[in-house]
């Protein structure tokens, strides 16, 4: 069967090996669009199919995905849950193949997450300049990492977000948890933590862009302070103090990150004009660097010097008329 000649330049029109400037009709970014949101589907997919497997796949001892889960919950005094092993209640009969699959999509979305990341920053990379896309790179490497480093903070918090909880009843009550809900639960506390981690990247790139200078910061941190702590304590799904402090301080920590960074580079930029010095990081790739003309007309409107007539009596001269 004979390939598609259209198909095939519409392929090429979208590739930057082929197409340098990045410039595409309309018809091509939704040709991108669509293969990117099709190779991020793709990667999601392999990810949930991964985590679905590893739930009752033990990499190492204990290291199971559904041992890591429960873990929190079978951290609970011995009085506090049913006698005997450590185990979940199930209320119908799909809850378990329903929890198994979230869960799975989660850490396959996590693992993954360079792989579909990659393909939005694909997307979008063809219409940012050089210096941008070098920012936007950045910026998708540490998000990563910072929500990687959120989550794993709230792994470490839930335990004792439970005790505290569970503690209220005494020795009167047994807890007992539904699955779906407790890795509901579980779930939202990796989430919010890892999303609040995102914080200090965006105060950055708005400090970068010039729309919240330092001297604002510097002004608004005992408000910022005050917010972040209101923010945890309205975010955190459990009620108990101690998830709510962790997040609240630790927001306040990154985003006192955040602020002295933004103090070190409007201090350079500030230097930086202070100097006369033209900062051309700034200047866009289809921009043209100034010149100082003014020194230049200066220079223009200044009298040429008039050369010095060699002497009459120096050998070798010769009076032309």
């Not at 470490?156 to 009550?173: A, H, M, N």
């Not at 985003?255 to 201090?267: L, N, P, T, Y």
Request: aromatic share 14%.
């Amino acid at each position: 069967m004979a390939r598609d000649p259209h198909r095939r330049e519409s392929r090429r029109s979208r590739n930057r090996r082929h197409n340098p400037d990045g410039t595409m009709s309309l018809r091509d970014h939704l040709y991108d669009l669509r293969y990117r949101l099709t190779l991020a589907m793709a990667f999601l997919a392999i990810g949930a199919i991964f985590g679905y497997i590893w739930w009752s796949w033990e990499i190492w001892p204990g290291g199971s995905l559904g041992k890591i889960m429960i873990a929190p919950y079978c951290d609970l005094p011995a009085s506090a849950r049913p006698p005997g092993e450590c185990k979940l209640l199930q209320t119908n009969p799909f809850e378990s193949f329903l929890v198994r699959l979230k869960v799975g999509l989660g850490a396959g979305a996590v693992l993954t997450s360079p792989l579909w990341l990659y393909q939005i920053w694909a997307f979008i990379a063809p219409g940012l300049y050089a210096k941008e896309r070098k920012f936007a790179r950045r910026f998708v490497l540490f998000a990563s990492v910072l929500f990687v480093a959120g989550a794993f903070l709230a792994y470490y918090v839930v335990p004792q977000g439970l005790q505290v909880l569970v503690g209220f009843g005494g020795d009167v009550f047994t807890t007992f948890f539904k699955a779906d809900e407790y890795f509901s639960f579980i779930l939202a506390m990796l989430l919010i933590f890892g999303v609040s981690f995102e914080l200090p990247l965006v105060i950055i790139m708005l400090n970068q862009t010039g729309v919240l200078p330092y001297e604002k910061l510097r002004h608004w941190r005992r408000g910022f302070f005050f917010g972040l702590f209101v923010f945890a304590a309205i975010a955190t799904p459990g009620t108990d103090p101690f998830s709510m402090v962790a997040l609240a301080v630790a927001m306040v920590l990154l985003f006192e990150v955040a602020v002295q960074v933004s103090r070190v580079h409007d201090k350079r930029k500030a230097r930086l004009e202070a100097g006369g010095e033209e900062d051309y990081s700034k200047l866009d790739d289809d921009d043209v660097s100034p010149l100082n003309l003014d020194n230049r007309r200066a220079e223009d409107d200044q009298p040429s010097p008039t050369p010095a007539s060699p002497p009459k009596d120096k050998p070798g001269y010769d009076d032309v008329t």
